[in-house]
């Protein structure tokens, strides 16, 4: 059975909150994209208890509170405590929380971002030496070894990594920043 598509609407203007991103976030948290997404669509749809995710979703209780626990470790959620009063029993309302999430994605998006380009330089200011074995060394590491390469005792050669640093100029982040 195919779920009801939900629309993520989100309480904070930022061009660093759309669905995709959302949900790249929480995989990156949980490992776990189809649970995950599916307690997502459940906290736009308004403030839930746990118990209500766990018999919407049809994901075990337990589950739910350890999902739930990741995000708001992470800062993408946050709970309201409200006790009952005849059982002296706490309910917790989960919410998404647009703002902590918006600078979560953000932070991930920049260091995304200065890792392809330390990379880039990396790979721009370095020549490269490989082995028939594919074992590769820096210009510094490979004369150190006096060329000969120290796992499989091979002649290292000289690589062109150009093709490297084409591949790495393509990259981007996987979180996508919104249009203005």
Not at 49 to 78: C, P
Not at 114 to 139: D, H, Q, S, W
Request: proline share 2%; net charge negative; charged share 35%.
């Amino acid at each position: 059975m195919a779920r009801k598509k939900i629309v993520y609407n989100f309480d904070y203007d930022s061009k660093f909150l759309n669905e995709h991103n959302v949900k790249k976030l929480a995989y990156d948290l949980t490992h776990d994209a189809d649970t995950s997404e599916k307690i997502l669509d459940c906290l736009f749809t308004a403030e839930v208890t746990d118990e209500q995710i766990a018999e919407a979703t049809g994901i075990k209780l337990n589950f739910v509170r350890k999902i739930l626990y990741k995000f708001f470790d992470a800062g993408i959620s946050n709970y309201t405590r409200v006790k009952d009063p005849e059982t002296q029993w706490f309910t917790y309302y989960w919410k998404f929380d647009s703002r902590k999430a918006a600078k979560l994605i953000e932070q991930e998006y920049n260091k995304h971002n200065e890792e392809i380009k330390e990379t880039l330089e990396y790979e721009e200011n370095n020549m490269f030496f490989v082995c028939p074995n594919g074992c590769r060394y820096a210009f510094d590491e490979a004369s150190d070894f006096q060329f000969i390469c120290p796992r499989c005792d091979e002649k290292l050669e000289y690589e062109d990594n150009q093709n490297i640093i084409n591949d790495i100029k393509q990259l981007k982040s996987a979180y996508i920043v919104n249009e203005e």
